[in-house]
């Protein structure tokens, strides 16, 4: 546990609230976000596997303060690579030399993640060594540029040897479908993520060939809403090294191709302590290509005891204390469709489960934007180099439940 | 529970020995060696000991331990003296750490904190920027009220600090130090009011936020800068966005009238044309209601638009917040997208917004109906979640989606998650009062989950059950026996005391059972819960009244037993029924009413929404979401009935001029600033000249040159080769998109920037109108006035960076300076590449805004008749939606009914037989088509713009069928929203071309506008274009018919 003040003290018993809280969820991931306490107010995010709290003495929009802690813990897992408690405990140093530069008087001050690293550089085992050497420190003494410009998630002076720039796009599939095989929901989700090594102050537009396809769309404060609106083109000059461009969503309107689809039978025995569980899974629209890094997972019932089964493909475990059935699949060969048989061994006596178990299941295709999204051209301008550039496409699964 | 770091094991945070003991070998210290001290006193030795040495690293490493000791929450106050010493160490990592310490316990040593007092007075004066900001904050952060008047001294001298950076720290310091004395609170809006005037993007929102916490309610300092804030909003950093936009929705709850009147009429049929087309909107308005919107009003609202795009799910919601309160109902309709957009981040956050969309589902449910289906539960979601979505479909639920809904709910009934069951189980009641079409089905529904094996759910179903029946009182006489007969079975004591009010309600009606329901229960009356015993007695009671022949001694029997109960309520409650129905010569007059007063109607419980109340709060504040007002909350006040002065709002023309010039941002000062727009602004303006000229050149080369420069000949004559060269340039766009788009000149999308970056040139177009007056007017107040020679000059203005942004994005060749971040020269400094941004980022405005359809007509086409498809019938229409396969495409849905009754297998598209540069898109393969199924695919066509037959063949596993779509020339328009001037223009340019004319037959007494918009809109995909004339009605087909 660590703390940090601003503004005056507050005694460390106020968290007792937060425990009781926790106590009484069930599940982590059940604690409201927002517990009200008879002098404060408490706003917690739940992240790999840590609570940030912070405290609260007056209104705020509470949005605010959540969204602030997911930037402190992104910062964190930027710096240390990890954000556990490990890390922070190792580094409370710097944590502490972070917050100092995120926060001022409960209202952010920097939280671009290229600014902080021109205040207090990340530790490197190499900087750590030299630092004990030289005694030079890992806090830089000048204002970065950035601070005071309109564009802030630039640094000035980036220099490479090898200039090149990178788009991700990575669109995942949001659905739910039902016992039939029917769609109940389905939608896509997309992100472009970029990772950009460009030297000095390049000014980029990205072009598609169907920018219409784009529903909804949220931006990194770099692109130039106006160019967007006019021509349907993202022109920005971008942060160094990775961020994410856009988040996206394609129009619900439009039919979403489901690239699999699962045949189950899963049945439980009336007054006999076993069921039997069938699945397979095959694919359905995958525009030709190759569905890969299939897993399943299945949430079973309490009373399943244990799971006997075969995979014709992959390896599956079950979890008898969490009750969690994981199928790693692989690749989907349409030769041989994957499937997993076998026997559920029910706690005898217990009354047979109410529900089937919906099934989750992940998968990935390479080389395919599901919702046909193509990136037209990149341009640049501004510098006079010319970059290397490179744009990927994958299609995962995102929430996508198969009801049974 | 997972492994967190909250491993709570201290309290009082003291300096424990054995707890500093570990602690030295937790922390970081790289010479663990100190770790083997095992004494507290000893270890603070040292500590001071490494403060005192001449190393830099050595105290750099005690630092590090102290640090360490804080964030554990440890006591570390004796070493005060010792770290102070530091706090001018050259060393800046030392000094930021010991910066940290003195933070923490100054307030606990003041006069020792006195000692560093005189190093931050020196910090300030530093030529770096940095260090006197931070000097700044970590003297304001110190809480020792003897330093207030040095605090304020500090302060005023930072807020007139040369750089923003210092600024915006001193902004904060005012909110510490008003914290820290509420006495000084008078000087400190006097800086306020400065610093609010500040011009910089950065301290804006600092400034704000200082406002928001020491003066909240001085609005009229906010007046002459309200038109500032709005424009500068874009660009301020995201947190400074949502301090600010939850200040403006307050200002403008103060300063505008109401933009929502009594039955909003305009808002089902406007609803489609709202977002992309304000302008019409808001001439719509003025024609049809003398309200008018303050200008200024409307330049929030747009403004603020661009924002619901933030990655920053605070902007986003403060931006949808303001839209709830303040835009006119008919144009919130368009955060509700960005709303649901949110819904895919982390747990808290949907958590905040879920919570917001509940409450505006109940008073506006049309927002979030399109967004049904986003609001369906994952096994996965957490239980709150979870609830929070069913609290927001039951909102929603109507007579048109119910049966989908109750069909999801039988899902969720199922759940594993019980406590989610049961709150599903109270929808299905709630929907049933609410929608009396499916009140039977929903009772039937809950009837039958009596029987469901999971305890829980029954008892939900019971107590459902209950209210439902009390709402309608007629014969539910199969139920209550039912439920009768569960009381043998059921156990949770709700459900019972439920079972058995019903009765004892009914009791007339189901006069067999209801004593010997009284039998059993007299039986068990002893190890019943409390509950249940009351109403036992209720029971009782009400029989003993009603049939007393039969259940007077059972009666007698209970209440006995009751008046010996150990719970006192019970005997209570048996003394007082006994006294009332029971007559002897004690008992008042009461008596002879009796039993009207146990068999009196009793009101049925109103099944509503937990989100009902929660309205009076603004949303997205934190008393939102507690439901209680929060500590400095502050209330929203209703609309005034009249408007305040608007003129509060000028500002003076010669300041006025100052804030509009594109350097109005920058830090520099005046004489350079004029310098550097103005050479900006000549630069821009040949440049894109020149460009526009290249332009036109690389242009000729491409096909369809002929007519076009036909075309911009006529109109140079009219205004110069600039906006030609873009228009020129936005047609032939257009016409590679074989579709209609076309740029739009909605007045509404055009930022100030445009307007500040051209104002200069509009001004030496028209001479006329060079004063200062009329120059405010374009910013601001425009749309206000009508003025045809405002209205020229305005598209001049848009034209103008339309063709500079035009060469940015076509020529690849391009190596003007047209990043103006290229300019070579070496002193650029970081303000300057600030506005140079801010000309670029304005440099658009011509938006190609495709709106959406205005009307969708259900009519399908047949495109095999089951008859000739041997069972398989297909039926085709357009769903008039851009086309996801191609931007050339018209997309087209495909029916297909299975009437056999068999299988039909592996339907596809066969042979494709096109005329000439036909494209079409087929749909995927349909495995299988079950016996009366039907299943909808869509297709993509690209007819070429003409009226061409596309005949392809539809294949099933056996069978070949040739179909063939021809398309009416209706669908194969798009509609885009423009004004009316560019509608006649365009329409200019295009007559003698291929044109496609109709009668529409109406009535004279049905000629009114909407009646020919629907006859118009049923054949052909078009919107409307705002007309100034009212009997003549323009719609953009006319443009198409030359594609």
Not at chain 1, 198 to 219: A, E, Q, T, Y
Not at chain 2, 686 to 706: I, L, M, P, R, V
Not at chain 2, 804 to 809: A, N
Not at chain 2, 864 to 877: E, N, P, Q
Request: net charge negative; proline share 5%.
């Amino acid at each position: 546990m660590s703390e940090k003040h601003w503004k005056s003290v507050v005694s460390q018993s106020v968290c007792d609230y937060f425990f009781e809280a926790q106590e009484k969820a069930a599940d982590v991931e059940n604690v409201p976000p927002v517990i009200s306490t008879p002098h404060h107010y408490l706003i917690s995010i739940y992240r790999d596997k840590l609570f940030f709290v912070s405290v609260i003495q007056t209104e705020v929009p509470p949005l605010f303060v959540i969204e602030f802690l997911h930037r402190v813990a992104d910062t964190f897992q930027d710096y240390f690579g990890e954000c556990s408690e490990a890390a922070i405990k190792d580094n409370v140093v710097i944590v502490y030399e972070l917050l100092e530069e995120m926060l001022d008087n409960g209202f952010p001050l920097a939280t671009e993640s290229n600014i902080l690293k021109e205040l207090i550089k990340p530790p490197t085992i190499l900087r750590s060594v030299v630092n004990s050497i030289t005694g030079s420190s890992n806090v830089g003494d000048t204002l970065p540029t950035g601070q005071l410009s309109n564009i802030p998630w630039r640094r000035a002076g980036v220099k490479y040897t090898n200039n090149e720039a990178y788009f991700d796009v990575v669109e995942e599939i949001d659905a739910i479908i039902d016992k039939s095989g029917s769609t109940v929901f389905a939608e896509i989700q997309g992100v472009i993520d970029a990772c950009i090594k460009l030297s000095g102050m390049p000014d980029l537009s990205l072009s598609f060939m169907n920018p219409r396809l784009l529903d909804d769309v949220s931006f990194h404060p770099c692109i130039r809403f106006k160019r967007w609106e006019s021509e349907r083109v993202l022109s920005f000059i971008p942060p160094d090294g990775n961020f994410r461009l856009i988040s996206y969503r394609v129009s619900s309107q439009n039919l979403v191709a489901i690239p699999v689809y699962v045949k189950h039978s899963i049945s439980f025995k009336e007054n006999s302590s076993c069921g039997r569980f069938d699945i397979t899974i095959g694919p359905k629209q995958n525009m030709g290509k190759t569905i890969e890094g299939i897993t399943v997972t299945v949430h079973m019932p309490k009373v399943v005891l244990n799971m006997n089964l075969t995979p014709t493909q992959g390896s599956y475990t079950f979890d008898p204390v969490t009750k969690v059935l994981t199928w790693d699949v692989g690749k989907i060969t349409p030769q041989k469709l994957p499937s997993l048989k076998g026997l559920v061994n029910l706690q005898s006596g217990a009354p047979k489960p109410e529900e089937n178990p919906s099934l989750n299941i992940q998968f990935k295709i390479q080389q395919l934007a599901i919702s046909g999204l193509k990136v037209n051209r990149l341009d640049m301008y501004g510098e006079k180099y010319k970059p290397f550039k490179g744009v990927k496409y994958v299609t995962k699964a995102g929430k996508f439940q198969v009801r049974t | 529970m997972s492994s967190n770091s909250f491993a709570y094991n201290e309290q009082s945070g003291g300096g424990e020995a054995t707890e500093l003991g570990q602690e030295a070998t937790s922390t970081i210290s790289p010479s663990g060696a100190f770790g083997l001290f095992s004494s507290d006193m000893k270890k603070n030795e040292d500590l001071k000991q490494m403060l005192e040495s001449n190393k830099d690293s050595a105290k750099l490493d005690a630092m590090k331990r102290i640090v360490g000791m804080i964030a554990k929450g440890k006591n570390a106050s004796e070493l005060f003296p010792a770290v102070v010493k530091n706090v001018a160490s050259k060393n800046i990592e030392i000094k930021k750490l010991v910066y940290v310490y003195l933070v923490r316990y100054a307030e606990e040593q003041q006069d020792l904190a006195l000692l560093s007092i005189s190093t931050f007075q020196r910090a300030l004066k530093d030529p770096n920027q940095l260090i006197r900001a931070s000097a700044l904050r970590v003297l304001s952060s110190i809480r020792v009220p003897i330093i207030v008047p040095i605090m304020m001294l500090a302060i005023k001298e930072a807020s007139a600090d040369l750089s923003p950076y210092v600024r915006k720290n001193a902004a904060h310091a005012i909110q510490k130090l008003y914290s820290l004395d509420p006495e000084q609170k008078e000087m400190l809006i006097e800086i306020i009011e400065k610093l609010l005037k500040d011009k910089s993007t950065l301290v804006a929102g600092s400034v704000v936020m200082a406002f928001e916490e020491v003066c909240p309610d001085r609005i009229d300092l906010i007046h002459k800068n309200y038109r500032k804030l709005c424009n500068l909003l874009v660009d301020v950093e995201e947190w400074g966005q949502v301090v600010i936009i939850h200040m403006l929705t307050r200002y403008a709850r103060t300063q505008f009238v109401s933009p929502w009147r009594q039955g909003d009429v305009l808002e089902d049929n406007e609803k489609d044309f709202y977002d992309s087309d304000e302008e019409q909107k808001e001439k719509a308005d003025k024609r049809k209601r003398p309200y008018a919107m303050d200008p200024d009003h409307r330049l929030l609202i747009r403004n603020t638009k661009p924002l619901l795009q933030s990655r920053n799910a605070a902007v986003v919601m403060a931006v949808a917040q303001l839209y709830w309160h303040i835009a006119p109902k008919s144009e919130a309709g368009i955060i509700s997208k960005s709303l649901v957009r949110l819904l895919r981040s982390s747990r808290e956050v949907q958590y905040i917004v879920l919570q917001n969309i509940a409450t505006m589902s109940i008073q506006r449910k049309g927002m979030f109906e399109p967004y049904l289906k986003s609001f369906y539960v994952r096994s996965t979601d957490a239980t709150m979640i979870k609830i929070l979505k069913l609290e927001i479909l039951t909102n929603l639920a109507n007579e048109a989606n119910i049966s989908t809904l109750l069909r999801e709910f039988q899902t969720y009934v199922k759940s594993q998650d019980k406590q989610f069951a049961a709150a599903t189980i109270q929808t299905i009641g709630r929907c049933a009062t609410s929608i009396t079409e499916v009140s039977d089905t929903c009772l039937n529904g809950l009837v039958c989950l009596l029987s469901n094996r999971d305890e829980i759910v029954v008892a939900e179903s019971v107590v459902v059950i209950k209210k439902l029946l009390q709402m309608q009182p007629m014969q539910h006489g199969e139920i209550i026996k039912h439920m009768a007969k569960l009381l043998d079975s059921i156990t949770v004591p709700v459900a019972r005391a439920s079972i058995l009010w019903l009765i004892g309600e009914n009791c007339e009606r189901v006069p067999k059972i209801a004593p010997d329901v009284l039998r059993k229960t007299a039986k068990s009356f002893t190890s019943e819960d409390d509950l249940v015993k009351l109403q036992i007695l209720n029971l009782g009671a009400k029989l003993y009244l009603t049939n007393s022949k039969q259940t007077k001694l059972l009666t007698q029997y209970i209440l006995n037993l009751g008046k010996y109960d150990q719970n006192y309520d019970i005997r209570d409650r048996t003394r007082f029924i006994r006294q009332l129905i029971v007559p002897n010569e004690k008992s008042g007059a009461l008596s002879k009413y009796a039993k009207k007063i146990f068999l009196a109607q009793k009101p049925a419980p109103l099944l509503e929404s937990p989100f009902k109340d929660r309205d009076h709060f603004q949303l997205g504040t934190l008393s939102h979401t507690l439901n209680t007002k929060a500590t400095g909350y502050l209330e929203l006040s209703n609309w005034p009935e009249v408007a305040p002065d608007p003129s509060v709002r000028n500002v003076e023309v010669i300041e006025l001029a100052k804030e509009w010039t594109p350097a109005g941002k920058a830090k520099k000062e005046n004489p350079d600033k004029k310098f550097y727009s103005e050479s900006e602004e000549e630069e821009d303006s040949s440049e894109s000249s020149s460009d526009s000229e290249s332009e036109s050149g690389s242009e000729s080369g491409e096909d369809e040159e002929d007519d076009r420069s036909g075309d911009s000949a006529e109109d140079s004559g009219e205004s110069g080769s600039e906006p030609e060269a873009g228009k020129g340039r936005a047609a032939t766009r257009s016409r590679a998109r074989g579709r209609g788009d076309s740029k739009d000149v909605d007045k509404e999308k055009e930022n100030s920037k445009t307007s500040e970056s051209s104002s200069g040139e509009s001004s030496s177009i028209e001479e006329s109108s060079s004063d200062s007056e009329s120059e405010s007017e374009s910013e601001s107040e425009s749309e206000s006035r009508k003025v045809t020679k405002e209205k020229e000059k305005k598209t001049k203005q848009e034209r103008n960076p339309l063709t500079k942004d035009v060469s940015l994005l076509d020529l690849d060749d391009f190596n003007l300076v047209s990043t103006p971040v290229a300019l070579p020269t070496p002193a650029l400094s970081p303000s300057l590449i600030a506005d140079l941004e801010g000309l670029n980022l304005s440099a658009t405005s011509s938006v190609i805004s495709v709106s959406t359809p205005v009307f969708v007509p259900g009519k399908t086409h047949v495109l095999l008749h089951r008859m000739s498809g041997k069972g398989l019938a297909a039926h085709y229409f357009f769903p008039r939606q851009p086309c996801i396969f191609g931007d050339k495409m018209v997309s087209v849905q495909i029916t297909l009914n299975n009437t056999t009754d068999q299988k039909i297998e592996n339907i596809h598209v066969g042979g494709k037989k096109l005329p000439m540069g036909m494209q079409m898109h087929v749909f995927n393969p349909i495995e299988s088509l079950e016996p009366a199924g039907s299943i909808t695919v869509s297709m993509g066509i690209d007819f070429c713009d003409s009226t061409q037959t596309a005949s392809f063949q539809l294949c099933t596993k056996d069978d070949c069928f040739s179909v063939n779509i021809q398309p009416p020339v209706g669908e194969l328009l798009l509609p885009v929203a423009m004004s009316e001037k560019d509608f006649k223009k365009e329409q200019g340019m295009l007559s003698g071309m291929n044109e496609t004319s109709t009668t529409i037959i109406a009535a004279p007494q049905n000629f009114a506008s909407s009646v020919i918009l629907q006859k118009i809109v049923n054949v052909a995909n078009v919107g409307v274009v705002p007309s100034g004339q009212d009997n003549i009605h323009r719609y953009e087909e006319l443009k198409f018919q030359a594609l």
